[in-house]
Every structure is written in C-alpha cells, then in structure tokens.
C-alpha cells in the first residue's frame, strides 16, 4: 500500500481527526518535499522505484510554502514542526527563502540532506530555526563517495560539518543537531563499527 500516493489523491484524509472545532491534533510535523531532484545516484535509493518520485520533476515553490504554513498555522491545535525532504532539498534553488519564511511564521524546522550542498547554506542556516540535520552517510571515504555514486562528497561533507561547528561558535548560538543517517546493506554492514567509531 502505497499512503503517501493515497494521501496524495486524498488530501481530506489528512483531517479525518478534527476535534476542537476547527483545529486538528494532528500532525506533529510536516514532511515538505523541497524537489523530488537529487545530485546522488544511489544504487540503492528506494526513490528510483517508487513512481511518486521517480520523474524527478516538481519544486515547491516560496509562495506554495507559504500557503502551506498560513494553513497549517490556523487549522492545527498544534504548531507542527517542518521537515524538509527530497530528493535532495537543498537543490531547490528558493531554499534560502523558504527557510525565511518558515521563520518568519515561527515553525521549527528539520532537514534531511545528504550533505553535499550545505556549505552553501551555512550563514543562513546557522542564523536560522532550523535545529537538525539528518546527513545520509552510509561508509567513510572513497567506499561512501562509491555507494552514492558522487565522487569526492565524502570530503565535502565533512568540511561542511565543521564548517556549520565553526560557524556556531563564532555566532555564539545554540548548536543544531546532527543526526548521520545510514541506509545498512550488504555493501556496507561489515564496516558499520568503523563508521560508529569515526563519528565518536
């Protein structure tokens, strides 16, 4: 069964538990794909299976963002947190202004990226309510940079963590969490001590 092409022909579905008049309890986050494009070729990716994503086509745009969060301002009892998702998100090329207005709307927000592209995001995200990072990485080195077929991310990567680390000491604000996501697979489990103990 595929919920989020059901979810996606039947967006009522969504309001099924409306209590409180005309407030929801429900949800406790929303998952916003940013762009269904990604920069990795994953020989692994779930996403090139599945026909919701597999186009690669469709962006959010800064003015549809915004009208998803006017609605989700006044229709959930509960101020949901905004996840950002992909594809890849941070290939969409409003991200900047996209994260502005989840701010300005007073939304915390997550993202799930693979890494590559933050250094280019660093000042506003380190400025910004985004509080966690969930950065795919599934080996270390070269074996990572193979398993995502993109060459050299790996490095690039790291550079950014320690970029986003020198950037919150120097701006004095709350560290952000960083989550490493790894997708376990027959190419990678025998090493996944080594990633663990990299990361310690």
């Not at 309001?15 to 986050?29: C, D, H, V």
């Not at 594809?87 to 207005?101: A, S």
């Not at 701010?103 to 966690?132: A, E, P, R, V, W």
């Given at each position: ?18 209590i ?57 009892f ?22 502005k ?21 660093i ?22 940079d ?41 190419e ?11 990361f310690?």
């Amino acid at each position: 069964m595929n919920i989020k092409k059901i979810i996606n022909k039947n967006p009522e579905l969504l309001n099924l538990s409306k209590i409180f008049g005309e407030y929801a309890i429900q949800p406790f986050f929303l998952l916003i794909h940013l762009t269904l494009d990604c920069n990795c070729r994953c020989s692994f990716c779930y996403q090139k299976n599945d026909n919701f994503y597999s186009s690669r086509k469709g962006l959010i745009m800064p003015e549809d963002f915004e009208k998803i969060l006017r609605d989700a301002k006044k229709s959930f009892f509960i101020k949901p947190l905004i996840h950002f998702f992909g594809g890849e998100p941070l290939l969409n090329p409003y991200f900047e202004e996209i994260l502005k207005i989840s701010d300005n709307y007073g939304f915390k927000s997550s993202i799930t990226t693979n890494g590559i592209l933050l250094g280019k995001y660093i000042k506003s995200i380190c400025d910004s309510k985004l509080y966690q990072f969930n950065i795919s990485i599934d080996d270390i080195g070269k074996k990572h940079d193979q398993l995502r077929g993109a060459p050299g991310c790996f490095n690039k990567i790291m550079a950014n963590i320690k970029e986003i680390r020198q950037k919150e000491l120097l701006i004095k604000n709350k560290k952000k969490i960083i989550n490493i996501n790894c997708l376990v697979g027959e190419e990678n489990y025998s090493y996944l001590f080594d990633l663990a103990c990299y990361f310690i």
